[in-house]
């Protein structure tokens, strides 16, 4: 596995686990050899794993619309940055360039980027897994959501498009299971 696309919040939210957590993952991905993609805002969440990433050595390519310069400029340590004209060209060298995705707690731009790549996997257009952290029970709500989802007779079963984990240590076997299965 080359690049794990982290879908984040570009604010830190209120809950330090969630900050914690983004520092923990960019560690994990430094040691594991992972490069991460993610959307290279200098803020919130993206800034945080940024700079562990950074701090531990490893490698990130941020993906980042023009359009966000003045509200949510680029992290001004990304070296390897590609720069887009709009979030929709953002979305589609994001989810091209990753083996898989993690969505991290977030805000209505995560909630896109994860349904994306859920209907891009359903209809078969990519085949990559998707890893939902739910970090204090952050997803809970839309969970339950997508089963009632289910129960109502829309989709057969969501349970085969992502998988639920709840700490880093699950993130890292994940991670090792599926370099396993490329070599």
């Not at 984040?8 to 992972?34: H, K, P, T």
């Not at 589609?92 to 993690?102: E, G, S, V, Y």
């Amino acid at each position: 596995m080359k690049y794990l696309c982290v879908f984040c919040g570009s604010q830190n939210g209120n809950d330090n686990q969630v900050l914690r957590s983004a520092q923990e993952l960019g560690s994990m991905l430094s040691r594991s050899g992972v490069g991460a993609i993610c959307g290279g805002s200098g803020c919130g969440l993206m800034k945080v794993l940024i700079e562990s990433i950074f701090q531990s050595g490893g490698h990130v390519l941020g993906v980042h619309p023009k359009m966000l310069d003045i509200d949510q400029p680029a992290h001004p340590q990304l070296s390897n940055l590609i720069t887009t004209d709009s979030l929709h060209e953002r979305k589609n060298i994001m989810i091209d360039k990753a083996d898989a995705f993690l969505v991290m707690p977030g805000s209505f731009g995560t909630l896109d980027e994860f349904f994306e790549v859920m209907v891009l996997n359903k209809i078969n257009q990519i085949n990559k897994p998707i890893f939902l952290f739910n970090i204090n029970g952050f997803w809970d709500g839309l969970i339950t959501q997508l089963d009632a989802i289910q129960k109502n007779g829309f989709v057969s079963d969501f349970s085969s498009f992502f998988r639920v984990v709840k700490s880093i240590s699950e993130i890292e076997e994940s991670l090792l299971k599926l370099n396993e299965l490329v070599i």
